[in-house]
């Protein structure tokens, strides 16, 4: 629980890059968190996530590895709509 929101705060810190990238329009890393979890059908605690900031198709956007029951995913969250833009199984462990 606590690396969590310490990622949450790291991130939030990183918020401030998507804000001149996407305009003053951004969703915060707790809603992109939200959304994973509802696309999974999973709760928090059942799910190990990472976040990063990055770039799909040259649009700013979350990147989240996210853990849940054995299987690591990588989504790719729109950082202006919350739309899921890319999601695909991944090899890369956390």
């Known amino acids: 629980m606590y690396k969590r929101v ?36 999973a709760k928090a605690d059942e799910v190990e996530m990472h976040f990063h900031v990055t770039e799909f198709d040259g649009v700013p956007c979350f990147g989240i590895y996210a853990t849940y029951k054995g299987v690591t995913w990588a989504y790719s969250i729109d950082a202006a709509t919350g739309e899921i833009l890319n999601k695909e199984e991944s090899d890369h462990a956390h």
């Not at 990622?7 to 996407?22: H, N, S």
């Open 6 to 41: 310490l990622a949450l705060l790291l991130l939030a810190v990183v918020m401030v890059g998507l804000l001149a990238a996407c305009g003053s329009k951004t969703i915060s890393a707790e809603k992109a968190e939200k959304i994973v979890l509802k696309d999974l059908g």
